[in-house]
């Protein structure tokens, strides 16, 4: 529909030129005093030419407006298209505050990826916003994920070191033995079972 209002506010402009190149030029003054009659013929003559080409140019004008309206009531319809399946999708984003949030989300995301402010503003497909807030989401994870593994490199190990594992090693040794004299002095079931047979 554009399109096709464009081509004809290019023709009748292309069409009013024409006129205009073919139209007599300004009547001198000297000639109203000398042929009054003439003077007056040529100014209306130039007049109706003038009246003409302006008549043109509004028909031009006429369909490129009604495109716009039309494209503005388009662009409406779709958005508002958009926005239902964008709550259907996010049901957040019917409450005014958290929709805020959401888009605050979506252009910070954006700028994140490159976009400009004004390409964030003009999308409208929904499928786009959703793969920005699942981006997002991503980021955020794989950022959780970078902290943890960098927090357990940081860490040091948790084996325990070769002396204090050498003194757990001869401790229970010691208590070991400490459990089998005093099972051969009893002979109880209950000190038996304080035996670690490993």
């Keep these: 529909m554009r399109h096709q209002a464009e081509m004809l506010a290019n023709s009748a402009e292309s069409l009013a030129q024409l006129i205009h ?46 495109a716009q309206g039309f494209e503005t009531e388009f662009s409406e319809k779709k958005l508002e298209n958009e926005n239902e399946k ?10 005014p505050a958290q929709r805020e949030s ?18 964030m503003r003009d999308i409208m497909d929904h499928r786009l916003l959703a793969l920005a807030h699942y ?18 490199l940081c860490k040091p190990s ?8 050498r003194l757990h ?8 033995e400490k459990a089998l004299k005093k099972l051969y002095q009893t002979g109880s079931l209950e000190d038996a079972l304080k035996i670690d047979f490993v």
């Design 102 to 119: 959401f888009f605050q989300n979506i252009f910070q995301i954006g700028k994140k990826f490159g976009f400009q402010d004004k390409e």
């Design 86 to 95: 964008l709550e259907t999708m996010f049901p957040q984003t019917k409450d």
């Design 135 to 152: 981006a997002q989401l991503g980021m955020q994870f794989q950022q959780t994920s970078d902290n943890v593994y960098h927090k357990t």
């Design 169 to 176: 090693k001869q401790h229970r040794m010691i208590s070991q």
């Design 158 to 165: 948790v084996t325990m070191a070769p002396r204090a594992k």
């Design 21 to 66: 190149h073919h139209i007599p030029e300004q009547p001198n003054p000297a000639l109203a005093t000398t042929n009054p009659e003439m003077y007056q013929n040529i100014f209306q003559l130039r007049q109706k030419a003038l009246d003409i080409i302006n008549h043109f140019v509004e028909s031009g004008r006429l369909p490129h407006q009604i």
